[in-house]
C-alpha cells in the first residue's frame, strides 16, 4: 500500500544544516510536499517539489528528489532555535491522495 | 495571516455530548475541504473530503454518523463528533485550497 516514512527525531546544533529524510512508495506520486507543524499549531507549508523536478531551493530550503529510489529530504541551511518543530514529509499519490509521513522532530541546541 | 480558520482552538466536552467544529477559508472559495485527525506523535489520517452542497466522502473506518459533516457554503465546512466518547479526544485539522492551508487545528478532549 501507499506509505511515506521518515525518521522520528533529529538533534542538531544551531547553525548547523540540518537534513531531514523521507522515503515514499507510490511510484506514481504527483507532487511531494514539506510541512512544519508547531506545538499545538495546524500545518505549515514549507515547500513542495514536482515529481519530474529533482531539486528545488527556497532561500534556507533545499528539496532533492530522487524519483528511483523514492527517496525525498529537506536540508535547512544555518538552522535556528526557530526551526525546532516537527517536520512531515507527504505525498501526492497518483490516485490523487496525499499521505504523510509520522513526521521528524526537530531540535535544535543553542 | 491566516487563509483558513478553524474553531475552536480547543474544547473540553462531556462524554454523550456533541461538539461542532468549524473550518472557514478567509480570502478564497473552497469547494472541497479535508478533515484529518492526528493522534500524539503521529501523523495526519484522512478522515474525510467535504463537499460543497454535496455528501462528504469518508475514508474507510470512518464512522460517518459519528463524525457530520456539512459543508453548506463555499466557505465554511463543519466537522460535528457526535456521542463524543473519550476515544474521540484528538487533535482535528482541517485544510482546504488543496494541500496548501491548514487550519490551526482543535484540540477535542473527552471527559
Known amino acids: 500500500g501507499e506509505d511515506v516514512e521518515q525518521s522520528l527525531f533529529l538533534s542538531v546544533r544551531e547553525g548547523d544544516s540540518s537534513v531531514i529524510n523521507c522515503t515514499y512508495t507510490?511510484?506514481?506520486?504527483?507532487?511531494l510536499y514539506w510541512y512544519k507543524q508547531e506545538p499545538g499549531a495546524g500545518l505549515q507549508l514549507l515547500t513542495y517539489i514536482f515529481s519530474n523536478m529533482d531539486m528545488k531551493q527556497d532561500q534556507r530550503l533545499t528539496v532533492l528528489l530522487n524519483k528511483k529510489d523514492k527517496h525525498l529530504s529537506l536540508r535547512i541551511a544555518d538552522t535556528q532555535t526557530g526551526d525546532s518543530a516537527i517536520y512531515f514529509c507527504a505525498e501526492k499519490t497518483g490516485g490523487f491522495k496525499t499521505i504523510f509521513g509520522a513526521g521528524t522532530r526537530l531540535f535544535v541546541k543553542a | 495571516g491566516a487563509v483558513v480558520s478553524q474553531h475552536p482552538s480547543r474544547v473540553i466536552c462531556k462524554s454523550g455530548t456533541s461538539v461542532k467544529i468549524e473550518c472557514r477559508s478567509l480570502d478564497f472559495q473552497a469547494t472541497t475541504m479535508f478533515w484529518y485527525r492526528q493522534f500524539p506523535k503521529q501523523s495526519l489520517m484522512l478522515m474525510a473530503t467535504?463537499?460543497?452542497?454535496?455528501?462528504?466522502?469518508?475514508e474507510q473506518g470512518v464512522e460517518k454518523d459519528k463524525f457530520l459533516i456539512n459543508h453548506a457554503s463555499l466557505t465554511l465546512s463543519t466537522l460535528t463528533v457526535t456521542s463524543a466518547h473519550p476515544e474521540d479526544s484528538s487533535f482535528y485539522i482541517c485544510s482546504a485550497g488543496g494541500e496548501a492551508f491548514f487550519g490551526q487545528g482543535t484540540r477535542l478532549t473527552v471527559v
Open positions: 507510490d511510484s506514481s506520486s504527483t507532487y
Open positions: 467535504s463537499n460543497e452542497g454535496s455528501k462528504a466522502t469518508y
